[in-house]
C-alpha cells in the first residue's frame, strides 16, 4: 500500500529524476506528468523521448500532455515577460502545474511534485517567485519540492504525514554537485542536460518566433513545428517561406499537405516551399525567386506547381533567383 500518492512534473533532466528517487524512497506511488512543447511534429511519439527511456529505467510512468493553441496563445503574451530571449519561464512553469493539478484532480493523487531547486535559475526558482508560482496555480499546500522542501513553508502531505519532512532535502543555488552525487548513488548515469536545450531559449528559433508572433495571428502546433525546420524568410508582411533543405524536410512537408497555406511544388529536382499567409502575386513571385536560387535553375521550361491547402492552383515558371542582398534582406 503506497504512503502517498502524487504527480511529478518530469522532464527527464537530474532533477526532476532525483525528486523521483527520493519520493521512491517513501514508498510514494508516482505518476510522471511531461509536458510536450510544440516544437514536435504532430506525429511524434514521445514514448521515443531519451527522457522516456529514463523514466522506465527508474520505475515511473509517465502521462504526456501535448501543448497546443492554448499554451502558444500563452507563450505569445506571458503575464511574467520573457528571460534572455523568447523564453516565457515562469508563465511555462505556473501553466505545466496547473496541467499536472487537472491530473492530480482526475487520479485522486494527494500532491504535484517538481525538480525545482531555490535559486537555480534566476527567472523562475528564486525563493518569492517558487511562492508566487504556488499562489499562481491554484495549489497552495500541494505543491511540494522534494529538493528544496526543507528550506520551504510545509506543505499538507507534510503536516498530514503523508510525506515525511525529514527525509526530504535541503538544495539551494545554482550548483548541481548535491544532485549527480545523489544519481551516481542512486546508480543513474544518464539524464537530460542541465542547461534544459529549451528552443525557445534558442538564438535561431527565438528569433523565428518572434516573427511568427508578430506577423501571424492564427498559429497553430504545426506552425511551431515548421519554426524548426528549413530556411525562413519574410517575403511580405503578411507572408513568410519556409524552403526545405533536405529530402527528410521535403517529406515532412508532404505529410502536412492539406494544412499547408500554399506550398511551391517543383515538377524537377529541388526544394518544397510552403508559404504561411494568404499570399498574393508579390509574395508568390518571391518564391519562385527563392525556388531559383535554391534549386540553381531558371526558366520558363522549369515548371512549379502552386497547391492551396493540397489543391492545385496553378503551375508557374522560374523566374531570375533572388539576388544575395534581397535574401538576406528576407532572411528570418
Do not use: W
Not at 510536450?36 to 504526456?64: K, Q
Amino acid at each position: 500500500m503506497p504512503a502517498a500518492r502524487g504527480i511529478l512534473l518530469y522532464s527527464g533532466g537530474l532533477d526532476s529524476v532525483i525528486a523521483a528517487k527520493v519520493l521512491f524512497a517513501q514508498n510514494i506511488e508516482l505518476t510522471g506528468f511531461q509536458c510536450i512543447l510544440p516544437f514536435y511534429p504532430p506525429d511524434f511519439d514521445p514514448e521515443t523521448l531519451p527522457s522516456a527511456d529514463l523514466a522506465r529505467r527508474i520505475g515511473l510512468e509517465v502521462s504526456y500532455h501535448r501543448l497546443g493553441r492554448d499554451y502558444i496563445d500563452l507563450a505569445r503574451n506571458p503575464p511574467h515577460g520573457y528571460g534572455k530571449r523568447m523564453n516565457p519561464c515562469v508563465d511555462c512553469k505556473i501553466h505545466f502545474i496547473r496541467k499536472a493539478a487537472e491530473l492530480m484532480r482526475e487520479t485522486g493523487a494527494d500532491f504535484v511534485a517538481t525538480g525545482e531547486v531555490v535559486g537555480q535559475r534566476p527567472m523562475s526558482q528564486m525563493k518569492h517567485m517558487l511562492n508566487h508560482i504556488v499562489k499562481e496555480s491554484g495549489i497552495e499546500g500541494r505543491l511540494l519540492r522534494p529538493l528544496s522542501a526543507q528550506i520551504l513553508k510545509p506543505t499538507i502531505p507534510e503536516e498530514t504525514g503523508l510525506v515525511d519532512r525529514a527525509r526530504l532535502l535541503n538544495i539551494s543555488g545554482r550548483g548541481r554537485g548535491i544532485q549527480m552525487a545523489l544519481a551516481r548513488e542512486y546508480g543513474i548515469t544518464q539524464y537530460e542536460s542541465p542547461s534544459g536545450g529549451c528552443l525557445f531559449t534558442d538564438v535561431g528559433i527565438s528569433r523565428r518566433v518572434r516573427d511568427l508572433f508578430d506577423h501571424h495571428a492564427d498559429i497553430d502546433a504545426l506552425d511551431m513545428f515548421f519554426l524548426t525546420i528549413g530556411r525562413h524568410f519574410r517575403l511580405t508582411g503578411e507572408v513568410k517561406a519556409i524552403v526545405s533543405r533536405n529530402e527528410k524536410e521535403n517529406n515532412e512537408f508532404g505529410k502536412y499537405i492539406d494544412r499547408i497555406d500554399y506550398l511551391l511544388e517543383p515538377q524537377f529536382r529541388g526544394p518544397l516551399i510552403a508559404l504561411k499567409g494568404d499570399s498574393d502575386p508579390t509574395a508568390i513571385d518571391r518564391a519562385r525567386a527563392l525556388m531559383a536560387r535554391y534549386s540553381k535553375l531558371t526558366g520558363a521550361d522549369y515548371r512549379i506547381r502552386l497547391l492551396r491547402r493540397g489543391q492545385i492552383v496553378s503551375e508557374l515558371g522560374l523566374p531570375d533567383p533572388v539576388s544575395d542582398i534581397e535574401l538576406e534582406a528576407m532572411r528570418i
